[in-house]
């Protein structure tokens, strides 16, 4: 009775049940025992599931520390500055005196510019009464150019008695008029446009250029010559050399208002002013002062 029991029962488990166990246990306490354990585990491992992802579900997050770091400012450093860059800076941001003259309406010249222009000159190497002995009076400038002069016409006007001076001329390693420049090309244009103011005056070219200084002090000692046309350098060389007296000479003209290619005026190109003002110093100024000697600036 017991063993159909036994066997009724195991026919009603399931295929797992009745596998795990084997049907060769037909005692139904053991059976019993057996059903029992089995229910205990399938109930502990579904509970345990649960209790599992209940905990997941409602365990709470790590405490927060007491100490809550905020985030500090940044702050960005420039890089310092090297004198490369630096000197790129200054490189960039110094104008040209071709950008400056482009931009501005050009002006004519005046006494007060060339005042200027000494003392600027001499500044840093003469004292204030040095500075001055060098002002030179106004009655010594001729009239300056307004712009609106070809030099034939501008000549005529402030030296109204040229041909009577021209006359009169006869020392010789001398000139009556010396008209500065910038350059050779320069002195060669001049002599062209004065055509009509020359007339029969002996004109000698005093620059540098195909010219050696030697020949040039042959021809003043051969001959009367009224004008000359030039550079301040060969001049101040000529002067040097015993080639050129300064005494006889009336007038002074600076080719001042004419710009280059490069829209630089004769006074704005630093060697050709420190050559201008080392010849005014070589007797130019005394004259001046006496009123021997008068300045124009073309």
């Not at 992802?53 to 905020?70: D, R, Y």
């Amino acid at each position: 009775m017991a063993d159909d029991l036994g066997d009724e029962w195991w026919e009603n488990q399931p295929a797992g049940a009745a596998s795990s166990s084997g049907r060769r246990h037909h005692n139904p306490q053991l059976l019993a025992l057996h059903t029992l354990c089995q229910m205990s585990g399938a109930s502990d491992g579904e509970g345990g599931g649960d209790t599992e992802m209940t905990q997941q579900e409602t365990a709470p997050g790590p405490a927060p520390s007491k100490k809550i770091k905020l985030p500090k400012e940044c702050f960005l450093i420039q890089p310092k500055e090297t004198n490369e860059d630096a000197a790129k800076t200054r490189k960039r941001k110094k104008k040209k005196i071709t950008d400056i003259l482009a931009k501005s309406e050009p002006k004519p010249g005046t006494p007060e510019d060339l005042q200027k222009l000494m003392k600027g000159y001499y500044s840093s190497s003469r004292s204030v009464i040095e500075l001055e002995e060098l002002t030179l009076p106004d009655s010594c400038f001729l009239k300056a150019n307004d712009l609106t002069h070809s030099l034939s016409s501008y000549l005529k006007e402030v030296c109204p008695k040229w041909v009577k001076l021209r006359k009169n001329h006869s020392e010789k390693k001398s000139v009556l008029m010396l008209i500065i420049c910038g350059s050779a090309i320069r002195a060669l244009e001049l002599i062209r446009s004065m055509t009509a103011f020359k007339g029969d005056s002996k004109v000698i070219k005093l620059f540098a250029k195909h010219i050696k200084v030697q020949e040039q002090v042959k021809l003043l000692e051969k001959r009367v010559v009224h004008l000359g046309v030039g550079t301040p350098g060969r001049i101040k060389e000529l002067i040097k050399q015993g080639g050129l007296h300064l005494n006889p000479l009336k007038f002074l003209i600076f080719d001042w208002n004419w710009r280059d290619q490069k829209l630089r005026r004769m006074m704005d190109i630093p060697e050709i002013r420190k050559e201008v003002f080392e010849l005014l110093e070589m007797g130019v100024l005394s004259l001046c002062k006496t009123e021997s000697l008068k300045l124009g600036l073309f």
